[in-house]
């Protein structure tokens, strides 16, 4: 698995002068953000996974690996009861052939993102069914590495915005945005120190 090659330089800069965050970086030593898998993969693992449990996401993966080859150009024809039969649901297999017709048809193209911007890619992400800016931004996030993503409708990191920073007071989405300017341009890695201050447990997706 990549790790990012940014990563030793932002905990050094979001260190400096944020003594909480230094805290939270030194109490997780040697650990990073990592990316595996390939860019279909991982957005149907996101499809697969969503509103159930990590256990029951697994089993389900597991059948739909063992029902067909992971690639765009055959899920894209594949009918939903087929997908159903892996136990999907009709509107997540609906998902899944709709996010697979889109790159087998060239609509999400992932050669061009090393040359795109964060929202621009989002703009494309969305456009699947099943694909919400929240789903984006933890694929920005996981895979693509990108170092200055700042999920504010996530609710483990505004737990962790408020436990850490707001002595528990709440915080909302609109709140966490001028939060997250601190950590400009490294916000990615600021995401995601916070989150293992809640979970220990190192998530790669």
Not at 8 to 14: D, E, K, Q, S, T
Not at 99 to 116: K, Q, S, T, V, Y
Not at 121 to 140: K, P, Q, Y
Not at 146 to 157: C, E, K, T
Request: charged residues 25%.
């Amino acid at each position: 698995m990549k790790s990012p090659d940014y990563w030793a330089a932002a905990c050094r800069a979001l260190s400096r002068g944020d003594p909480v965050m230094a805290k939270l970086i030194r109490a997780h030593p040697g650990s990073s953000l990592k990316s595996r898998g390939n860019a279909f993969e991982t957005l149907l693992r996101a499809i697969v996974g969503q509103q159930i449990s990590v256990k029951a996401a697994d089993a389900v993966w597991a059948r739909v690996c063992a029902a067909t080859p992971i690639k765009p150009e055959i899920i894209s024809t594949l009918s939903v009861d087929a997908l159903r039969t892996c136990g999907l649901s009709r509107m997540k297999a609906e998902y899944a052939i709709d996010l697979a017709a889109h790159f087998a048809e060239g609509r999400i193209r992932p050669r061009r993102w090393a040359r795109m911007a964060d929202e621009e890619i989002i703009a494309e992400l969305v456009d699947v069914r099943g694909i919400g800016r929240w789903t984006a931004e933890m694929f920005l996030i996981f895979h693509l590495l990108r170092p200055n993503v700042w999920p504010v409708d996530d609710l483990g990191l505004l737990k962790a915005v408020s436990l850490h920073y707001e002595n528990g007071g709440k915080v909302t989405p609109s709140s966490a945005k001028a939060q997250g300017e601190r950590w400009q341009p490294w916000r990615t890695v600021a995401t995601w120190y916070l989150w293992r201050s809640l979970d220990p447990m190192v998530v790669a997706y």
